[in-house]
């Protein structure tokens, strides 16, 4: 993906002001920012679900406006933030709906599309709970469906935000090692939205930090997720302590506070 000089805006509000990056296959991006920031909203726009003030931005050479919906949904999956389940779907056929835009003119999926799907509740550690209704699910397992479907969806583009929200540490671990296999092995891009500094940088290959007034900061992880450029993204202190052989990021004590600890 390649954006050129892109624009965000919220009404009068600026997000993101001539944004201009390149999302290879391998990468992992992860996007930082406050609460409000325009992650969220950067996200969409890259699904091409969202409208572009100015610039523009181009998937496999082609600008998202002149995809048509169902080519694009081949090209790219999207996980959302939070999803409201109206119907009592099974969660095999939550994932089987990512199966759509391969299917062409066929109504029903084939038995490949459901080996598919199958293999993808399976990596997600979901595959008991194929037939089960998924409002009976836990936030984190719902989350893993939610997950599944997207890795169903068979595309070279993954644009994931928070994907391990509600997640046990158990589980954001294996979403972080699973990603790191899509991208090392699979040749897949990733750009996802994460508040977990820690995890981010474990997998991330590079940063795209929103400063929540229109600028930004992109490139890679290393020279990006530093302690004075997360400070000033986030407005709050973060201290990094290397340790055994890691990078960890933790919110600094004020002098006040570390006296009282």
């Not at 609460?35 to 969220?40: E, T």
């Not at 409002?135 to 169903?152: D, F, T, W, Y």
């Not at 930004?216 to 992880?221: E, F, K, Q, T, Y």
Request: contains cysteine; negative net charge.
């Amino acid at each position: 993906m390649e954006l050129h000089e892109l624009t965000l805006r919220i009404g009068e509000r600026v997000l993101v002001e001539r944004l201009s990056l390149s999302a290879r296959p391998g990468e992992c991006w992860c996007v930082i920012g406050r609460n409000g920031a325009g992650k969220s909203t950067l996200l969409r726009a890259l699904a091409g679900l969202h409208p572009i003030a100015a610039g523009t931005a181009s998937l496999d050479g082609r600008p998202l406006h002149a995809w048509p919906p169902q080519q694009l949904a081949t090209r790219r999956a999207y996980l959302p933030q939070g999803r409201d389940d109206a119907f009592g779907y099974r969660a095999i056929d939550v994932v089987l709906a990512s199966r759509h835009p391969w299917q062409g003119s066929t109504y029903w999926e084939s038995e490949q599309d459901l080996e598919i799907a199958c293999r993808a509740l399976a990596e997600m550690d979901v595959g008991g709970l194929a037939q089960r209704d998924v409002r009976s699910l836990s936030g984190g397992e719902r989350q893993r469906v939610a997950m599944a479907a997207a890795l169903a969806q068979d595309a070279p583009l993954l644009l994931l935000d928070e994907p391990t929200s509600a997640l046990d540490l158990s589980h954001q671990v294996d979403m972080m090692a699973l990603l790191a296999r899509l991208c090392g092995q699979a040749g897949k891009t990733v750009v996802m939205v994460s508040h977990d500094l820690n995890l981010a940088h474990g997998v991330a290959s590079h940063a795209l930090l929103l400063m929540g007034d229109g600028a930004w900061r992109a490139g890679p992880a290393g020279e990006m997720m530093q302690a004075a450029l997360l400070s000033q993204c986030l407005r709050a202190a973060i201290d990094v302590i290397e340790h055994g052989g890691r990078r960890i990021f933790l919110p600094a004590l004020h002098q006040e506070q570390a006296q009282h600890g």
